[in-house]
């Protein structure tokens, strides 16, 4: 039995998921506040951690920086009202691996949680070291040397290169990319998220090494 933190200060709205998951299966444990979800997230080793952003103590932007630095593997949904694009980026900075905004549905949540848990099961261990264009890409601790400077990889943008990597040379659509690293049926979706990415890693390792192909999405060179 897969086992979900569920991180929301609102009584009503938490008991309102952790009853949806449990009629789906799922073990849940309840937190109310930052300082507790750390604790919860760190010492019961949840399958995934269900993270509002507005909590008493700490911040969900806090707690996701403790939680990705304890267990850089775990998979997290950040669940909150604000819907502004800068909350959604730095989320997904942050390394979330999916962003729900309320209100939200009990079927919409379900979907997403089943959805990032099978990413998080077919997700390929992050190790071995691979050349681009010059820099120097460590999988495994998430670093890119180049120039002599060193830059850190979110857990999302690791697994992304990593995904451009295996398939060099040639080009992958936005389409397989949304399957494949986000674990997301992409019929009907629109979704900046992967521009935003794009974007991070053209920093990062070079924007030489990483093209956009013209009706058929991004190639790694």
Do not use: N
């Not at 009503?12 to 309840?30: H, K, P």
């Not at 949840?46 to 630095?69: A, H, S, T, W, Y």
């Not at 681009?132 to 180049?146: M, N």
């Amino acid at each position: 039995m897969r086992t979900v933190l569920v991180v929301e200060d609102d009584p009503a709205i938490r008991r309102g998921v952790v009853d949806a998951l449990e009629a789906s299966g799922y073990r849940a444990i309840e937190s109310a506040d930052g300082e507790s979800a750390i604790r919860e997230g760190t010492a019961r080793e949840p399958d995934l951690v269900l993270l509002d952003i507005m909590l008493p103590k700490r911040d969900g932007f806090l707690v996701l920086e403790e939680l990705r630095r304890a267990r850089p593997a775990l998979p997290v949904i950040m669940l909150t009202a604000r819907g502004s694009e800068e909350d959604r980026v730095k989320g997904l900075k942050g390394g979330a691996d999916d962003y729900v905004v309320k209100p939200f549905s009990a079927s919409e949540l379900l979907a997403r949680v089943g959805a990032v848990l099978r990413r998080s099961a077919e997700r390929p261990k992050l190790s071995g070291t691979v050349e681009i264009a010059g820099c120097r890409v460590d999988l495994e601790r998430r670093e890119v040397t180049r120039d002599g400077e060193t830059h850190e990889l979110s857990q999302r943008e690791a697994e992304l290169l990593r995904y451009l990597a295996s398939a060099r040379g040639h080009p992958v659509s936005r389409d397989e990319i949304l399957q494949r690293v986000w674990g997301l049926d992409p019929h009907g979706i629109t979704t900046r998220t992967i521009d935003m990415h794009i974007a991070r890693l053209r920093e990062k390792i070079g924007g030489e090494a990483l093209k956009t192909v013209r009706g058929q999405g991004y190639m790694l060179l």
